[in-house]
């Protein structure tokens, strides 16, 4: 599928477990007040969609392709055959449960005690560790990212986000070109995540 297709939409029934095997997907939730807040994105090797399996039987986000993406996709009952056959995939499924909610419980907690440009360093830290690859210029993102996303993978405003992300760049921290961040110094954005604040 190209970029920009929408896999599902929140609140879609029929729900299927999901695996990308090429490109990346975004996965966001829209409230009731229409504001939207990117909840993480998927790449390679990465399955979503499993929590509506489990749940109500309704997707809670969209899916989006964030590039030219491939992706598996299995009903609930083939699913629950291959985790009957092979007991790993139940085992691999629940690691990725878990990590998902020490995710949430990281993002919950930053959100409460963190200023802004502590919780975008944070961001970019786990996007680095998730999709960086290691390069000459540094650490390179490659998942295309619009400032949007990482504005509300951080929970903060568009114009925020942009203002941070620019002074980095002056600063040498980052470097931007085409959607793609590379990490010019991973340690030095880790120490912002995790400076004390006064």
């Given at each position: 599928?190209?970029?920009?297709?929408?896999?599902?939409?929140?609140?879609?029934?029929?729900?299927?477990?999901?695996?990308?095997?090429?490109?990346?997907?975004?996965?966001?939730?829209?409230?009731?007040?229409?504001?939207?807040?990117?909840?993480?994105?998927?790449?390679?090797?990465?399955?979503?969609?499993?929590?509506?399996?489990?749940?109500?039987?309704?997707?809670?986000?969209?899916?989006?392709?964030?590039?030219?993406?491939?992706?598996?996709?299995?009903?609930?009952?083939?699913?629950?055959?291959?985790?009957?056959?092979?007991?790993?995939?139940?085992?691999?499924?629940?690691?990725?449960v878990g990590r998902r909610l020490q995710e949430v419980?990281?993002?919950?907690?930053?959100?409460?005690?963190?200023?802004?440009?502590?919780?975008?360093?944070h961001a970019l830290v786990r996007l680095a560790k998730?999709?960086?690859?290691?390069?000459?210029?540094?650490?390179?993102?490659?998942?295309?990212?619009?400032?949007?996303?990482?504005?509300?993978?951080?929970?903060?405003?568009?114009?925020?986000?942009?203002?941070?992300?620019?002074?980095?760049?002056?600063?040498?921290?980052?470097?931007?070109?085409?959607?793609?961040?590379?990490?010019?110094?991973?340690?030095?954005?880790?120490?912002?995540?995790?400076?004390?604040?006064?």
């Amino acid at each position: 599928m190209s970029r920009g297709t929408r896999i599902f939409n929140q609140g879609d029934e029929g729900v299927r477990a999901h695996a990308v095997i090429e490109g990346g997907v975004r996965i966001s939730q829209t409230g009731s007040d229409g504001a939207q807040v990117v909840l993480r994105f998927v790449g390679p090797g990465g399955i979503f969609g499993t929590v509506a399996l489990f749940t109500d039987g309704r997707y809670p986000a969209d899916a989006t392709a964030l590039s030219d993406t491939f992706e598996a996709s299995w009903s609930e009952p083939e699913l629950l055959d291959l985790m009957e056959r092979y007991p790993q995939i139940a085992i691999s499924t629940i690691r990725v449960v878990g990590r998902r909610l020490q995710e949430v419980q990281d993002r919950v907690r930053e959100l409460a005690t963190q200023r802004v440009e502590q919780r975008i360093a944070h961001a970019l830290v786990r996007l680095a560790k998730q999709f960086g690859h290691s390069t000459t210029a540094g650490t390179a993102i490659f998942l295309p990212l619009r400032r949007k996303d990482v504005a509300d993978i951080s929970g903060t405003t568009l114009h925020t986000a942009s203002r941070i992300l620019t002074g980095w760049e002056r600063a040498g921290l980052l470097v931007s070109q085409r959607r793609r961040l590379t990490i010019r110094d991973p340690s030095e954005l880790l120490q912002i995540a995790e400076e004390a604040i006064d």
